[in-house]
């Protein structure tokens, strides 16, 4: 829930500046796009999956416990890529946001502790 709510604000926050200024995102001019993938994917899919399979956690619903393990690999997987990212560009000189690179790797660390945890509670025959 707390994943899927602060990357939702991060990105309607940068989204909503933009069209208020009524200047284009620096993120997006450097790519050239219409629109930012990113926003598109996480906007329209993650986020709010991991919203909805967190209230289907908190209310005890199966169809939650059985979506959240991918959901939580898919943060651990993005999150690993992302910090691997931040340490090539930094290796190659360019300044990283050091915040957002620490915010990344606890996300994979209680992503991961929440893994374990379903994963552990799985009893096998």
């Known amino acids: 829930m707390v994943i899927g709510i602060m990357f939702s604000l991060l990105w309607l926050g940068e989204i909503l500046a933009s069209l208020l200024s009524k200047k284009i995102p620096e993120s997006l001019?450097?790519?050239?796009?219409?629109?930012?993938?990113?926003?598109?994917?996480?906007l329209g899919f993650l986020l709010p999956a991991m919203i909805i399979v967190s209230v289907l956690l908190?209310?005890?619903?199966?169809?939650?416990?059985?979506?959240?393990?991918?959901?939580?690999?898919f943060a651990i997987t993005?999150?690993?890529?992302?910090?691997?990212?931040?340490?090539i560009v930094r290796v190659k000189g360019e300044p990283i946001p050091?915040?957002?690179g620490i915010i990344m790797?606890?996300?994979?660390?209680?992503?991961?502790?929440?893994?374990?945890?379903?994963l552990k509670e799985i009893k096998v025959n």
């Open 105 to 118: 790797g606890v996300i994979v660390l209680v992503s991961v502790y929440f893994v374990y945890g379903f």
């Open 29 to 42: 001019s450097e790519t050239g796009l219409w629109v930012n993938p990113v926003h598109i994917l996480d």
């Open 58 to 73: 908190w209310r005890k619903k199966l169809l939650g416990f059985f979506l959240s393990v991918p959901l939580l690999v």
């Open 78 to 87: 993005m999150g690993t890529g992302i910090i691997i990212l931040f340490i």
């Open 98 to 100: 050091m915040a957002l």
